[in-house]
């Protein structure tokens, strides 16, 4: 603590005496520093020692409770805690942050000091990272426009791609590891990347190792490919009926597949006794294989089923790919490496759920949680018998959990973590890459040996601690995949984390933007961060351009789809800037010119927040109330006023939207088409099959089928979004004829379905393992998959068309209706202007000037889930975070 105080300090008292440098200071950098390399060195030298210090301080519970029972402890502490915080205020001052650190109640002051100072190094990192970049002469503002695809020859100086902190000498540099132009491995893909805006059904349709069998609705392709068009029966029958038919499968489709098999999941005796450490085998004496042919994977499938454990671990691309990219398996025996290409064998790696969900077979991770998902996200893999050693280490209470730390403490091995975010999907794979994979399980087993030695130990050879650790891998191995899923309210979610106070033109802004991005990622299969950086997107809403220019120069570098969609973006931009301003923000906004205001309590202002919209909202607002439009020169006329008046409340009629279309809707109720009242008497009768997803007091049909823009409810929901209870029940009778005449087709569904499990429990008994099957395919040449699949299901599950549709053709998407309703009109978008864009490969937007991001991540990370993060750091998932859970990258 002592020691990174002094730092600060330093650093402080370095800015002060720069004013009276002397003659002989005038070559060096700064005081003291004769070069740059000479004050990195003792940055990163002092930087160091107060890690070291830090780490050294006493743990939080016992340890620090008893040191603090001493006066002299006590005091000391605080004292050295004013002086942090007030070196921080002032660091944070200097770089025009938010300061109020010392000032704040200790206790309940602690978390939102904590996000100031999140927020603070992001800020400064930030800036670091431009200035860096302009070092560099990367400043693209600077640059001439190139044409798309040019990109001009760059060297990337910076110091973590450098070999070894210390030495500093140029022909130690690492290239960076962003190959540029790498090929879109979606395109190769057999099976097109689900982006739609719908949750995420398992992709499993063969059950290895299963006690229950797998629900009929994966194996029976029938099911899973029933459309309501392909039915003989009205179009409001036919939804009708395939709704009732979804929803019995409705609980199969989202639960874990291997749920029942892993809930009576016992421990086995031999898994809780003392083992001896078995050695590993020097890496430069394993063979280390490339698979990336069925083929051989099958073969290593076939190896792994004769074992009784074997280390794994998957590499992620997350920047070029909305949902990301598992790129890479490795696994490890006792004996060999294997490196996995699961770009190349992405639809056949589903095999390996044979050795993955034997419980016979241990598979040893290390931090499983992302690995889990992405598994089951990609290739419909499962793991059965999960040991990871992150809960292992945890439960050892190592003084680091990282995979790192375990390499060092038990291996003496020192790995380098830099590849850890390197561009995974590079072909063929640089040596250092195949090196850095590799020895991320090639000492895994050694360790899973060591952690339950000492596990026992630890618990004087209980098994409690061991078992401890038994469960908590297997709740790891329980997660299941959750999809970003875009709402109306996502981008609330993302602007909270901002902590950013926008006014309404700015929210507005940031509303069209994100939902402008959201659908261009799943379109364009990039991350959001691709598209459009957070910052920058905060950057645009909150500067409000008024010509496209001030678009671009929001954004340093240009992501490529804001260049070629600037127009599009500066009519978003316009949109936003004819949102009328609260009275509040006017008077703010007077006050500090054009600088964003400072928000009240509850100024956040979404169109369908009833609770937030003031009173002058909702009615005729009184003259001295009125909004009076900046630069107005005549705004004490009564006429001009009568008309604004006019003007505003419809304005804000559009705001308070919901409120003036139930009235609508009542009043023409009588007068709708026969079309519509079909269309409706559909939705009356959509019980919602994501209920699950949505808040108990959602009255409305699902969220995200609304929000689904290939959904017929999405259509639907909007023209006819709020409708009275009333009217409701006026229609049930409606409702109730259509019912009825459904209960003889329902009935006829049901001896569909009864043939349905006859057939499936008849292919049961043609299954045979996934081995024969894979061995059979591979006899069977290019057919592979499909073939095996052609047994029990021909594809993996897809959901009804309603549901998935958009998944494939996302620029088919329906129009959305014109009507008033419009949280933002997709239809204007001029779309056509990727239509090439895709598999250029666009190189001018280069994710290696987001290098610093990489920085703030690792500095930041486990401190703060990163909104939007695909806009921070490449290689961080950008729905991760949206989607509102915290992600814990196990440390590294
Ligand atoms: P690892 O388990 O360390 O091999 O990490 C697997 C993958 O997770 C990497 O390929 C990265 O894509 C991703 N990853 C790991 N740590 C981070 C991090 N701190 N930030 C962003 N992505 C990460
Ligand atoms: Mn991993
Ligand atoms: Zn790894």
Redesign the pocket.
Known sequence: MASSKSNISTNTGLRDTTSDTNDEEKDELCPGFKDVDAFVKYGLGAVLSATKASAALPQTGDEYDFYRSFPGFQEFCESQGDKLLHCMSQIMQHHGCRSHMRDQNKLTGLEERFDLVVDSNDVILERVGILLDEADGVNRSQQPVMPAGFQPPKIVVSSWNRKGTGSGSRSEMFRLLHAKNVARPQLKFKEKVDNSNTPFIPKIFIKPNAIKPLPCYFTNKQIRKQRPEDLDVPAALADFIHQQRTQEHIEDMFAHPYQYELDHLTIPESLLSKPEPQMYKPVAETKCSFIDTLEDLVALNEKLCKLSEFAV??????YRSFLGLTSLMQVSTREEDFIIDTLELRSEMYILNEAFTDPAIVKVF??AD?DIEWLQRDFGLYVVRLFDTHQASRALNLARHS?DHLLTHFCNVSSDKRY??AD?RIRPLPDEMVQYART?THYLLYIYDCVRAQLLDFNHGQPGLLQCVWNKSKDISLKKYVKPIFTEESYLELQRKQKRSFNTQQLTAFRLLFAWRDKLARQEDESTGYILPTHMMIKISEELPKEPQGIIACCNPIPPLVRQQVNELHLLVQQAREMPLLKAEIAAQKKKGLTPIKKPEVTLFGPHDTSRVSESDLHPVSSDELPVKQGMLFSDDEHEMDADVEKTSDLMAAATITLFEEVKTTNNQESLPVAQMKARRILESFENPFRMYLPSSDVHISKNAKFDPSSKIFEISKRWKLQSIEQQQKEMEAKRKVKQEAKEHAKKASEERNKAKQSYQESLQNVATVRQQAAESVKGGAKKRERIASEVGESTPKPSKKLMKSAEKPQKTEPPPQDSFKPFDYSQSDLKVFAGAKSKDNTQFDPNRQAHDFKK??IS?GQKSNPGAGGR?M??LAGKSDRGFRHN?PK?
């Open positions: 671990d998957l590499e992620h691309h997350s290390h931090g992302s995979l850890q975010l995974w991320d991540k690792k990370k750091s290689s961080f990258w590294r």
